[in-house]
Each structure stands twice: as structure tokens, then as C-alpha cells.
């Protein structure tokens, strides 16, 4: 292995627009759950406009005994790749009564359940042979490569190979899964972007890797931002706000605002509180996935190759799973790409 860092029913698919517990340690999720932001209706409505505005061509949701899977169908065209985002229905786990999905570490689940849902996500996939590479994500900018599968899970949080026969995949619960192909030089990529890998600019770095290690040209790839939570509903703190626009100049395009909670409060004087008795700043509103399609775009990506969903983890908790919105209830979700034997 190569690893290296740059800082639903019938047996045919069909494609339509108490055991060993798992480890708490093995989660990625750690985070205290917040409640979804509440937005005045105004500010919904323009945002679902302008959404509206930038939307891509459509997905397809391909379906095998159950299990739904999210395809872009540019990457369908290609013979030799395999890719998807799975969803939460179809799986053996057990959430609120429900069979589940869940293809991650969590508390509530066991291993042997993740490794069936894992069998039946690669059957919906079409790539029931293909082995399946997962990072211990840690939130970071870490890249790995790989020319065969590791003996050990290695911690990181976007892969890249050229070998056929390797599946990559990250996993999610609201943050952004992004695949990246290369037609031409048969590469491909996955990355998990939450907020702290997008600050650290990790599409960017992968990009990189990606030319430095395979000479791939960034005007001929191909990416895809699957299931996320919205700018709609990801609330984070001042704080977040404060780190991006230190590195970014065009941060004031990731938010619904920007304030950095250094901006003077008039609620002050007028409640006559002491300084430092105010109360808190209020927090704000970051979109993941429009921070990562400008990572992609200043990295040379075309515009027409850059597809994204507009589904929303945390809007459409009933077919994704969501952190914030469930907590530790939550299972996990896969975004997979790779090269077929």
C-alpha cells in the first residue's frame, strides 16, 4: 500500500429520477447535537429560489431489494466506475422501529449488522467484488493513496487510487461527501469535508494530490457533492465565521451573514449591561456545499463537471441520517466511488 499525505424489491436493480457492539471510539460524530436553526420565512423563500437558480441536472436513485442509492448520471456514463451515496432505508439495523441503513461506528448498532449493510449497499451498487476502503475520519486534511487495500484502517479523511478493483468511501451524517473522477487518467477520489476539513481547504489538497501523483489535469475531472445539511439548517458559532474569513476572502459567500461576534451589540446599552455580561452572539448559517464548490472551481474544476445535491441531511432526516438532528440516534452514511476489475 502507497499512503501518502498532502498537508426496492426482486433480485434486478432498477434506476429511477444483541451482538458485539461497535465501539464508541470509532465514531466520527463526536460533536454535541444542535438544534436546526429557524430562519424567518423571507429568508427561506430566497434561499430555496436562488437554490433553484444554481440547480444541477438531475440524479438518479437506483434501487435493489430495498437499499436506494443516489447516482450522478454523468458519472453512470462512465463503463469502468462504480459510485453512489447511499441513503437510510434498506438495511438490517434497527432505529425507532425501523430496519436501517447504517453503514458507520455507532453505539446503538452492531458489527455485524454495518458488515450486511455494507454487503447489500455494494449489491445495490453493482460491485458486490470490489474491496472497501474506509478512513478512520478525523476531521482533517489528511490525503491518503492507495494501490491495494490496507492491512489496517488508516486514519485520514479523503483517499485516491488508480487500481481497479478498490472501492473508496468516506462516511457522513451531515457533512459533505465529495467524489472526484478522472476519465481520462481513470482516477478517482473521495473526501469528507465537514467544517473542519473545508477551513483546511482538504477538496483543494486532494485536487492537488491528485496532480502531483497521477497527472491529472483539474479542467478534465468530474465532482460531486452528495447529501449534506444545507445552508438552510448547518447553524455553527461566531467562532467558525471568525476562522473562515481569516483564510477566505470570499467567506461571506459560505453564510447567510457573516459576523464574527466582534461587531458592537447595541442590546448592551439598551438592556444597560455591564461589557461582558451581554448576551452571547447570535450564531450563523454555513453552507458546506457551496464552500466546497468554490474549493473545487479554484482549483480549475469545470463548472459543468460540478454536480451537486440540493438535499438537505437534516431537512430530509425520513432518507438520510442527520447529526444534528438525532444526536447520538444517528447512524452514518457512505459516499463510494472506484474502479471496476
Known sequence: ??????????????????????????????????????TSPSKRRNRKQARARVAGKPW??????????????????????V??????PGGVSESNSEKVLNLGA??????????????????ALGAPDLTLISLHQ??????????????????GDASATNCAGLLLGVRTADCAPVLVVDPKKRVVAA?????????????????????????????DLLAAIGPTIGGCCY????????????????ASEFFDELRTGDEPNPLQWLNMMPPGHQSPPNKVLLD?????????????????????????????????????????ASGRLMGVVGIRS
Request: hydrophobic share 40%.
Open 288 to 328: 458546506l456545499k457551496k464552500a466546497n464548490r468554490l474549493q473545487l472551481l479554484e482549483a480549475g474544476v469545470r463548472e459543468e463537471n460540478i454536480f451537486v445535491t440540493e438535499l438537505c441531511t437534516s431537512c430530509a432526516v425520513e432518507r438520510f441520517f442527520s447529526y444534528r438532528k438525532e444526536g447520538a
Open 235 to 250: 447553524e455553527v458559532g461566531t467562532e467558525v465565521a471568525s476562522a473562515f474569513a481569516a483564510k477566505f476572502a470570499n
Open 83 to 88: 459510485h453512489g451515496f447511499s441513503t437510510r
Open 60 to 81: 438518479t436513485e437506483r434501487v435493489l431489494r430495498g437499499v436506494h442509492v443516489l447516482q450522478v448520471p454523468a458519472f453512470s456514463k462512465i463503463p469502468w466506475l
Open 138 to 155: 478525523i476531521h482533517s486534511d489528511l490525503v491518503r493513496s492507495f494501490d491495494a487495500a490496507p492491512a489496517k484502517q488508516c486514519k
Open 191 to 219: 473526501i469528507h469535508a465537514g467544517w473542519r476539513g473545508t477551513l483546511q481547504r482538504i477538496v483543494t489538497k486532494t485536487i492537488g494530490q491528485m496532480q502531483m501523483e497521477f497527472g491529472c489535469r483539474p479542467q
Open 1 to 38: 500500500m502507497l499512503a501518502a499525505q498532502f498537508a426496492g424489491r426482486g433480485a434486478d436493480a432498477r434506476v429511477r429520477s444483541p451482538a458485539t457492539q461497535i465501539s464508541h471510539a470509532n465514531c466520527d460524530y463526536t460533536d454535541k447535537a444542535v438544534a436546526t436553526a429557524k
Open 106 to 123: 455507532v453505539e446503538w448498532d452492531t458489527r455485524e449488522n454495518v458488515e450486511e449493510n455494507k454487503r447489500r449497499f455494494l449489491a
